[in-house]
Nanobody, 123 residues
Framework: VQLQASGGGLVQAGGSLRLSCVES????????VAWFRQDSGKEREFVAG????????LYADSVKGRFTISRDRVKNTVYMHMNSLKPEDTAVYYC?????????????????WGQGTQVTVSS
C-alpha cells in the first residue's frame, strides 16, 4: 500500500483547507481510512475516519462540525475538508489505512501510513 497525502498549507484562523489521500495501487478499497495528526511534542491523535464504502464516518470531538471526511472509490482517494480552522489544528496530518472495514480511533489498528502533510493555522 502506497499512500500519498497532500493539500496542507498555511491558512489564517477561520479559513479552510482540503486534504487528499491517494492510494496508487487500489489495494485499500475494502478498508477504512483515517486521518491522524501530530504536533511537535504531542502524541499522534485521531482526527476522522471513513468506512470502506464511505457510508460510515467517525470524528474526534475537537473537529466535529468543522471537518468532513469522504472518499471517492472511483478515484481511490479520501478527502478531508477542514473548515473554521483554529490555531490548535496546526499539526502534521497523516492518512492511514485500517486493517478492517470500519474506522476506529486507535493508531495501532492502522498498519499502513502515508507521509504527512503540514497544516499551519495562524491566529
Amino acid at each position: 500500500v502506497q499512500l500519498q497525502a497532500s493539500g496542507g498549507g498555511l491558512v489564517q484562523a477561520g479559513g479552510s483547507l482540503r486534504l487528499s489521500c491517494v492510494e496508487s495501487r487500489r489495494t485499500f478499497s475494502n478498508n477504512a481510512v483515517a486521518w491522524f495528526r501530530q504536533d511537535s511534542g504531542k502524541e499522534r491523535e485521531f482526527v476522522a475516519g471513513v468506512s470502506w464504502n464511505g457510508g460510515s464516518t467517525l470524528y474526534a470531538d475537537s473537529v466535529k462540525g468543522r471537518f468532513t471526511i469522504s472518499r471517492d472509490r472511483v478515484k481511490n482517494t479520501v478527502y478531508m475538508h477542514m473548515n473554521s480552522l483554529k490555531p490548535e489544528d496546526t499539526a502534521v496530518y497523516y492518512c492511514a489505512v485500517h486493517r478492517r472495514s470500519f474506522a476506529t480511533k486507535t493508531p495501532g489498528e492502522y498498519p499502513y501510513w502515508g507521509q504527512g502533510t503540514q497544516v499551519t493555522v495562524s491566529s
